[in-house]
């Protein structure tokens, strides 16, 4: 578990059920020193993984991931954050292990859905609702949205929260009248019943009316070779209202401001397209 134990991710999926199937748990202080991460692993037969999508990506991407013996990993869990498609492949080509994603929050102690353990492939998807739980995707007005669209995540379960401490006024804002919980993540399900995260409904970026979500563009930059990592986010503009700032971690210094544009207009809509470019050395974690 090199996850924070205070977050409802790893308090949960490693420590809670580590205890639960009477597992070894091997607890990383730090994992931002991927370095001490890896040296620690390198000592460890281990079986489960639960990571975020910005740690598998640091790992994966570290001259030093082949010290560490990933023969015996059944299972890598991704949470707390959207997967992105080019991490889960890279991951799965160094291990052999897909990422199943699941989803959930701390208003869901926390978990809600999740893919199959048995899937053999990553499914770009958080999976299906757990058993005893119902989940289904709301308008603005709170009303059931049409098979295929995009909508508020909206859940119902033994596990979701009574409400907020104290906090009426809250507690009222989140839930529906028949007892779903709203996220304020902004998902789709498809004909299977498999859910996916858009984003979240508070990051949206608003341009000249559209919708545009940074983890699309997110993903859509992420799959070049050159780009190590990446972050969008809306900024003010007088014409548009907002227009999305991208910022890149580029893997070498070959990569250029009108080659990560370029491959934007190749594989976004042209008002999803980045209007300015920033390349930083780190992004904050």
């Known amino acids: 578990c090199a ?3 205070y977050h409802i991710f790893a308090f949960t999926v490693g420590m809670m ?3 639960r199937t009477g597992g070894k748990l091997i607890l990383i202080p ?9 040296k620690e692993l390198s000592k460890h037969k281990f079986h489960s993984f639960p990571a975020v999508n910005t740690l598998f990506n640091g ?7 082949g010290t560490v013996d990933w023969s015996h990993l059944k299972v890598s869990i991704g949470g707390g954050m959207a997967v992105q498609s080019a991490v889960a492949k890279r991951w799965f080509e160094k291990t052999g292990c897909p990422i ?9 102690s926390p978990s809600a859905s999740c893919n199959p353990v048995t899937a053999t492939e990553y499914t770009g998807t958080i999976g299906v609702p757990i058993p005893g739980t119902w989940m289904k995707l709301l308008d603005d007005e709170g009303r059931d949205v049409p098979q295929g ?3 508020e995540i909206a859940i119902k379960g033994p596990q979701v929260m009574a409400g907020y401490w104290q906090r009426p006024d809250e507690t009222a804002q989140v839930m529906t009248a028949d007892g ?12 299977r019943g498999f859910f996916k995260i858009v984003d979240r409904k508070k990051d949206m970026i608003l341009v000249s009316g559209f919708n545009v979500y940074p983890n699309e563009i997110e993903a859509v930059v992420a799959m070049m070779p050159s780009v190590l990592e990446c972050a969008c986010i809306g900024e003010p503009d007088d014409r548009s209202g907002e227009v999305p700032h991208l910022f ?29 470019i920033s390349f930083v050395d780190a992004l904050p974690k």
């Open 3 to 5: 996850l924070p134990l």
């Open 30 to 38: 730090n994992p931002r020193d991927l370095p001490a991460v890896l």
């Open 59 to 65: 790992l994966a991407n570290h001259p030093d991931f």
């Open 180 to 191: 779903y919980f709203k996220t304020g993540d902004i998902g789709i399900a498809d004909e």
């Open 17 to 19: 059920l580590s205890m």
């Open 248 to 276: 890149v971690v580029p893997r070498d210094e070959s990569v250029t401001a009108a080659q990560v544009e370029a491959h934007c207009r190749a594989n976004l809509t042209a008002y999803k397209v980045p209007r300015h």
């Open 149 to 151: 669209q995009a909508g």
């Open 100 to 108: 199943c994603e699941g989803y959930g929050l701390s208003e869901t």
